[in-house]
């Protein structure tokens, strides 16, 4: 079976201005075809997040005309205006909506679900969405609504405005998104103001920045992230939070939406894949969103010099929102008017120079968490997510069913480059239930095409063995499928073991389950509002590769070697020496040694000629 959602890369969707001349001539097509005899253009099967997308294809409509002037299009804009206006404008209180701040107070709002009481907590980033939709109409219809119009249109953007920072808590939801969706709103819309009403919108949304979003940002990975859901970083809402970031900057040139979207496009290099697989997050753990995401990937990844785009979408929302049917639907379309307005090219290399949370090289990618366990390792087209043995998740020795992993103490790291070889050395000060501290060294070498990792520890007790990964998922051309095996090689011995109880809480791969979906049978709250990330950590025991030690090792050690990226077996050999722990493969030697004076392990490294 094939993941649902992680289909190709952002960046292979052409962005040419012909290209997006083909998609608007779509899109056109499809609008005309469906507008009703009232003006809708709502999708015919859409009843969640409908309150702004009529108004979002008239977005569309009015930038293919500004392009083409496709003599069919200013009556069809006037037409589908003027319903939103009349139809699609709550000023009465929804019942049952619990973030109310000030009752009856007349202003206009757009609804989530059109009948009343119905799903009202989706009401707040709703009108966010209507906001966005009404200032890309009142950008792009210049010249093709009458000034009576258009007036009733502003009139109606300061209300959904004033609605969402007066009369309702801001940001009810906890969701990075659509705070910044909704201060992206108030820049926008603060051009169209007469100048001292603008400046004064302007003002109150870079205040509700600076105070609601980034003074709560949340830490991971050592960035500072904007919320999401409760949570940091969502694999589906945070790119599409570098994109609102993106608009930020673009439409305010505030420095402080720049240095905000440079740190999260950051983290979201890092923690990305060479292949653009991830998964994670306080809402959804595999959804991945699509153009909602294009502009930030490629405003921020070419300030910040790295292959952002190489992100796995949804290539099926790869445009603009669709339906189950492939028709279009306005959702989020202001997202497709700005990346067609944004020039910015792709860059498509990546970064230069290491990143703590992240090695890679070539077809190789190791992605660390905040512990610096890998969250995702990837070689020969393969992806490996942490395993679980008796509710602990991670990659690391096992003694008993304790999985050394958890830092206790200041966890030291150290990258290098030599001879066409990638490295990173990580070192972890442990503690396991016999309360002795120990240090596990983890270190991880590729040459771009398979990956080497030699896990050393001083000598425990019995038998211990290395939990080397859950086999997950591998590319299969522009889908990526699920999988319960990789080419895998150990030096020491290599099982793969399943989980023998059945039930949530044990992952077995060889089933035709997503991690999302046993993610969120181990959540607290319902699907799409439970935490999946949380739900998992409740896993007991998983699939997993376990690597036997090295039975050539010092004597006050063990040792553990992993080749990823290939079956075919291989030696490595571990000694002391004079100038440390040296480690020797047919490919590399790589020598452990001592401290330095700040207490950072050195690291030399040279490739076997």
């Known amino acids: 079976m094939h993941l649902p959602r992680q289909l190709g890369s952002l960046h292979d969707l052409p962005d040419t201005p012909q290209a997006y001349d083909a998609v608007l001539a779509d899109v056109t097509e499809q609008a005309l075809a469906r507008l009703t005899p009232e003006g809708s253009l709502e999708h015919p099967d859409c009843v969640d997040d409908i309150g702004d997308t009529s108004l979002g294809i008239t977005s569309l409509l009015a930038l293919a005309w500004q392009r083409g002037k496709d003599p069919r299009l200013p009556e069809a804009v006037r037409r589908s205006l003027a319903f939103h206006l009349r139809e699609r404008v709550y000023t009465d209180d929804n019942p049952g909506y619990p973030n109310l701040r000030l009752r009856d107070s007349g202003l206009p709002y757009a609804r989530y679900t059109l009948a009343a009481g119905a799903h009202p907590i989706g009401d707040w980033p709703s009108t966010v969405w209507a906001l966005l939709q009404a200032v890309n109409v009142l950008d792009t219809a210049e010249g093709l609504v009458d000034d009576g119009r258009r007036a009733e249109l502003l009139e109606v953007a300061r209300g959904y405005w004033s609605w969402l920072t007066e009369a309702t808590f801001f940001n009810p939801q906890e969701a990075g998104n659509q705070a910044i969706g909704c201060v992206v709103g108030g820049l926008m819309l603060a051009r169209l103001l007469p100048d001292d009403e603008g400046a004064r919108v302007r003002s109150r949304a870079l205040e509700l920045y600076t105070d609601e979003v980034r003074a709560h940002r949340v830490r991971d990975r050592g960035a500072l992230l904007p919320p999401e859901h409760g949570g940091a970083y969502d694999n589906n809402y945070g790119p599409i939070s570098l994109s609102f970031l993106a608009q930020a900057h673009r439409v305010s040139g505030e420095e402080i939406f720049a240095e905000d979207g440079d740190a999260l496009a950051r983290y979201l290099d890092a923690r990305l894949t060479g292949g653009g697989f991830d998964n994670g997050g306080p809402r959804y753990s595999e959804q991945h969103s699509g153009f909602e995401s294009v502009l930030g990937l ?12 190489r992100y796995r979408g949804d290539t099926r929302w790869g445009r603009h929102a669709a339906k189950p049917d492939g028709g279009v639907d306005g959702h989020f379309a202001w997202m497709l008017v700005w990346q067609i307005q944004d020039t910015t090219p792709w860059h498509r290399v990546p970064a230069r120079g290491p990143a703590r949370h992240q090695l890679r090289a070539g077809t190789v990618s190791v992605a660390f968490d ?7 390792i990837e070689a020969a087209g393969s992806y490996l997510l942490p395993a679980a043995v008796d509710r ?5 020795p096992v003694l008993d069913g304790f999985l050394f992993c958890r830092p206790m103490g200041e966890v030291r790291v150290r990258d290098l480059r030599a001879d066409g070889l990638t490295a990173k050395l990580v070192t972890k000060p442990v503690v396991g239930r016999d309360h002795v501290l120990r240090h596990v060294r983890s270190l991880y070498v590729t040459d771009g095409t398979t990956l080497w990792t030699t896990v ?7 038998t211990p063995y290395l939990l080397a990964g859950l ?8 889908r990526v499928r699920r999988t319960a095996r990789a080419a895998v090689s150990s030096a020491g011995g290599l099982r793969l073991t399943h989980p023998e109880a059945e039930g949530d809480a044990y992952f077995d791969a060889r089933a035709e389950r997503t991690q999302e979906q046993a993610a969120f049978a181990l959540a607290a709250d319902p699907r799409g509002y439970g935490d999946p990330d949380e739900g998992w950590k409740h896993l007991v025991a998983s699939t997993a590769l376990e690597a036997g030690p090295v039975a050539d090792a010092p004597d006050d050690l063990h040792v553990f070697a992993v080749r990823y990226g290939t079956e075919e077996p291989f030696t490595l050999s571990v000694a002391w020496d004079e100038e440390g722990l040296t480690v020797r493969t047919d490919a590399f030697t790589a020598v452990l040694g001592a401290d330095d004076a700040r207490g950072e392990p050195e690291l030399t490294l040279r490739a076997v000629s």
Do not use: K, N
């Open 298 to 309: 490629r405003y921020f990844g070419a300030r910040i010099g790295s292959d952002l785009g």
């Open 370 to 376: 905040s512990r610096m366990t890998p969250a995702v």
């Open 392 to 396: 602990q998740h991670g990659f690391g």
């Open 456 to 462: 050393a520890v001083e000598r425990l007790p019995g």
């Open 471 to 478: 086999p997950y998922a591998e590319d299969d051309g522009e």
